[in-house]
Structures are given as structure tokens and as C-alpha cells.
């Protein structure tokens, strides 16, 4: 019996490879070849079936789904059915039932072990930017997403206290870290909207053991606290980030070294926050070294003219208050990536229907980013061009369109075709439009439907008891 599972699991392989794993059926299977997702599969300890919808086929048409432009389980169904076919093996049933329990037994740490993993390999193989000696930027920020409102999302992800009960959808908190010089995502990390510790700086102190010594970590005022930028300096990693709108600041104070620039002293709180243990609180210093930098900004239409930055990069020398102010401008790429994820490749209202695969739809759409980003990098670097200077939504809009021709091709065209396509990719350069002033409001009106301002089932008893 366990001949006949290998060889219709190596079957299953040879197929999936025609369109997502062969390096000559898709762009960045070079990354994410079958073995290498088997592997993880194995050490997970995923169950190989033999059937039609093993794991590794299942696996494949998770990420085709999230990265369609319809990503429901019927699509991916068809999708499904459409790649199978010419094989001439086994197809799946049309009802989308058993599609949907496939996706239930893959293993749970499947897609978030292989997008850590592309992402760390994308943002070694990018290089390093210019801006602050070359070391490592790293990008903190949050947003949150929606999802389906039923009874296990409800008691997992509760919804905001200013939503009615039964009117309201479940709401997760998510904080991301991406590579500023290649928009590689690197960690993340989830958790209800409300609650104990369910902050964005409680998310990123889950984080904090996966930066290393020599990283910096680039964020805004909500995570510059004392506490934060500690244990970071702590494990040898620097911050640069906004004031905190409740820290007083006096240039007239400390050590100067330029126009509103010096180096002033922290203190550490005499209060024990809660959250943090005690052990942990006597390990750190009770003084902190860091320095203040005032930026003018003097572009018109922008919101803010005065900020001040806060970073343990003391060196004047080495760093410029000139380049902290251009490094700082540069955290806006964070934004620009959660709206890639949440806007291009639709993560930003879920589907699934229980708290096990919200986490896994999640971290299959991280997957997907980061493979559409490596795809980006082999274009910008063929064509000489840095990695941000390529569109995300015409990577994605290129890879969607060029997919099933790839998968039809012979297999002598297709690295002709794969060049066509990342030749494409390569003219896809976002526009140069510095200090670009835009209102932060639409134009179209949404269509004039009522608010439901009751349960669903209770408006339509309503309904139904006045017919």
C-alpha cells in the first residue's frame, strides 16, 4: 500500500508542478517548489492522503485562491477542475464541500513557516539600501481586518464595544514588520482588537526575539515608549522613530550636537507596567541614551510642518539628521504595503468561518505577497531598477493574467514566456510624484442603502410578520 500512496503522490507532484511548481510554469516556483512544500508538510506532520485533494494539491489551490481576483472556494474549485483535467486522472467533485475540509487538515504552521521563509530569503538576496550605512530597516505598523460574523470569530475576535450586538463583525489586530528597502514581509503577528495586551505594542513584543543584533526599527510615535525602545536596545537593535505626542522635549536640555539636535538621558519609569515581569524590569537600564531631532517641513499641503525624532543612533557622523528625516519619510512604505495586501490581494474582509483558518487564510495571503514581491525583485533587478520602483498591483494583475497561459504552454516556450512577462513587469514603474498633495476623502458616493440597525434574523422575522 505504501508504493501505490508514493507513486500517486509523486503524480500528484509531477502535475501540480505544470502550473505552480515547475520553474517553467510560474515565475517564483523557483522558491516554492513541491518538495521543498512537502518537506514542511512532513515535518508538521501532515497526513498524506491518498486522494485526489492531498495535501500538496490542496496547498496549491489555497494560494491560487488568495491570489485570484475571485477568491471564493467555488472559483478555486473550478480553477481546480480546469488544471486537472487535461491529466487525465482523478478529478474532485463539483461540490466545493471537500475543498473546503482539504484546506481544514493542512498542517497550521504551513503558510506562516513558508512566508517567514520566503521573506528572509527575499530580503537577503535584495541587498541593502544606502540609507543608514546599509544596515538592516525594518518597518513596524498595524491595521486590522474584518471577518465573517459567526459565534467561534465572535469569541475569538470580539467586536468594538461601539457596535451593537448581532450588527458588528469580529475585528483582528495585526502588526507586521517588512524590509524597507525590498517590502519583504518578515514577521507578523495577530490578535483580538480588544482586550489585555492586545495592542500593537503588545502584538510587537511577541516579535521582539526575531530582530537581530545590528537591525533598526523604523516606526511611529504610538510605539516610542521607553519600555519599547529598551528591550529593542537591549537585544542590540537600534529604534528611529516619532516622539510620542505625551513626551515633553527641550533642545535647551542635554548634550547638543547641531540645530535642533542633542542627546538627552531616559529614565526608567519607577512603576512596573502590569504586562512586564519583574525579572525583566530589573534587567533593564535604569537610564537610557537617546537622541532627539527636530524636523521643519516646509512642503505645502502636508498635514504635519514640526516633528521630532527619537532614535539611539547617537553618531552625528555617521548618521545625519538629514538622513534620519529621509529614513523616517521612508516609513510610509509600510502603509503602501498593508494596502497592497489588504486592497491588491483583498485580504482586508476574510472569509473563513472559525479562528484555525482566519489564521491560515491570513498567512496564505502573507505568502502570496512575498512571492509576488520575489517576482518583483527578479524584474527590478533585470532591469536594473530598485525593488520599490515596480508596481505591486500590476505584478499582481500581470501574474493573474499570464498564469493560465503559462500552464498551457509547451515546456520549451515557457522560459521564453516567463521573460516576456517579467520584461512586462519591469516597465510597470511606479510614478515619480514627490510631495504629492491628495485629499483624504472620495468622490463617488456609495449607493443610498439603509443601515441595518438590528440582527439580520430579527429584520427578517420583521418582514415576513408584516407580509
Known sequence: MAHVIT???????????????????????AVLEPARVQRVIEALGGQVRACVLSPLVTFYGFLAQVISADQSC?????????????????????DDGPYCKARQRLPQGLPQQLARQVGAELQQRAGRAT?????????VD?????????????????????QKPGLGFPV???????????????????GPYRGKQTGEMGLLRTLLDHFRPGDIVLGDRYFCSYWQVALLAQRGVDSLMRMHQRRRVDFRQGRRLGHDDHVVVWSKPALKPDWMEQEVYDALPRELTVREVRVRLAVPGFRVKVLVLATTLLDPQLYPATELALAFRARWHAELDLRA????????????????????????HLLAYNLVRTVMARA???????????SFTAAVQLLRSFAPTLALLEAGWVPWMDQVLLGALARQVVGDRPDR???????????????????RVRARKRLLRHA
Not at 131 to 139: D, M
Not at 342 to 359: E, G, I, N, T, Y
Not at 437 to 455: G, I, N, T, Y
Open 172 to 190: 483582528m489586530r495585526l502588526v507586521a514588520v517588512f524590509c524597507l528597502h525590498c517590502g519583504a514581509l518578515l514577521q507578523a503577528a495577530g
Open 7 to 29: 507513486g500517486r503522490l509523486a503524480d500528484q507532484v509531477r502535475r501540480v508542478g505544470r502550473e505552480q511548481a515547475d520553474p517553467q510554469a510560474m515565475p517564483f516556483a
Open 131 to 139: 540609507l543608514l550605512q546599509g544596515r538592516p530597516i525594518k518597518v
Open 380 to 390: 527590478a533587478q533585470q532591469a536594473q531598477r530598485a525593488p520599490r520602483q515596480i
Open 341 to 364: 495586501i489588504k486592497v491588491a490581494l483583498r485580504m482586508d474582509v476574510l472569509r473563513c468561518k472559525s479562528p484555525a483558518m482566519v489564521q491560515k487564510e491570513i498567512w496564505m
Open 74 to 94: 467555488r472559483q478555486a474549485l473550478a480553477a481546480l477542475l480546469a488544471w486537472l483535467g487535461p491529466t487525465g486522472g482523478a478529478l474532485p467533485s463539483g
Open 437 to 455: 498633495v491628495e485629499p483624504r476623502a472620495v468622490k463617488r458616493r456609495p449607493k443610498p442603502h439603509r443601515l441595518l440597525q438590528e440582527p
Open 142 to 162: 498595524g491595521t486590522t481586518l474584518s471577518m465573517p460574523d459567526t459565534p467561534a470569530n465572535q469569541q475569538a475576535y470580539p467586536q468594538a464595544r461601539t
